[in-house]
């Protein structure tokens, strides 16, 4: 990373800021905010309300960490759909020449880094990797890194800070962009789940969710070892495991409290809560609000 902080071909007087950020909230439709003429990149804070998305490839390094907002989601970044738990710290990338597709079930509000590739190919090399395809690992799911969130919220907000100094945080970025890509193929090489297998497991819980279902038993029913299991899990859908059970017994209960008249003591036996109050516990952590008021609010919709 040495050679980045000196490198003179980087330090484009045009990416002086405060032009280099473009600072505003915006609705995204069809497209996504303009990077500004002549600069190698950008941030701005954008909002997707709860749909569908669909856009072509852009040309540009798109990394969006996700600040607001909570939900499963599908998400194809360029390596097919998935369907993924997503909550604030997530990273999502996506590359210049690969088309992307969301569908989200709550909003979000994220910040968005837009990199123009040949900007990005010479931070890539300068940190010891080949190029754009090094990368390729990360578009399968989001992932989690708090410095590199750290440093994009930072260039959203530092709009007074020195062009040598914000290359020097993108090259932070990519640096620690290419380390969990090298990380992932690692993982893959190791051990995987292919999104069938992703699937039929999740049925599995899903069909009966008033059991118990610890990650051995999981383990066992993909034939592999514990550890094996979960690390190969975590890979596909981004989350450990017992996190996605828990988040699929929420999903359940809450489903029941909006579609049927069954006391909530007995909706959370159902969804396989140890009580009523452990439901609301997890209700309220994961989606702020509790049983009572999720029927209610279904009751006043009818």
Known sequence: ????????????????????????????????????????????????????????????????????????ADLDLGLGLHRVFTRPGDLLLSLPDRPTAFRIEDGRELTLLQ????YAITLLRQCGGGGLDDLTPLLRRPVRDPLIAEVIRRLETDVDASAPSRTWAVGVVFDNLLRLARESAATSRNARLSDEEVRTLVSLVNASLDESWPVQRIADEAGLPRRTFAAAFKAATGVPVHQYVVRLRCEFATELLRSTDLSIASIAL??????????????????????????????STE
Do not use: K
């Open 1 to 72: 990373m040495a050679d980045v902080f000196h490198d003179p071909a980087l330090h484009d007087p045009r990416a002086r800021a405060p032009a280099a950020t473009a600072w505003y909230t915006r609705q995204v439709t069809a497209d996504y905010p303009a990077m500004p003429t002549g600069l190698p990149f950008s941030t701005s804070r954008v909002l997707y309300a709860a749909g569908e998305y669909a856009h072509p490839p852009t040309g540009l390094i798109q990394l969006r960490l996700v600040r607001r907002g909570s939900s499963f």
């Open 115 to 118: 990199v123009a590739p040949p």
């Open 270 to 299: 159902q969804a396989g809560f140890a009580s009523q109050a452990h439901l609301t516990r997890v209700v309220n952590r994961l989606m702020r609000t509790t049983p009572g008021q999720i029927r209610a609010h279904a009751e």
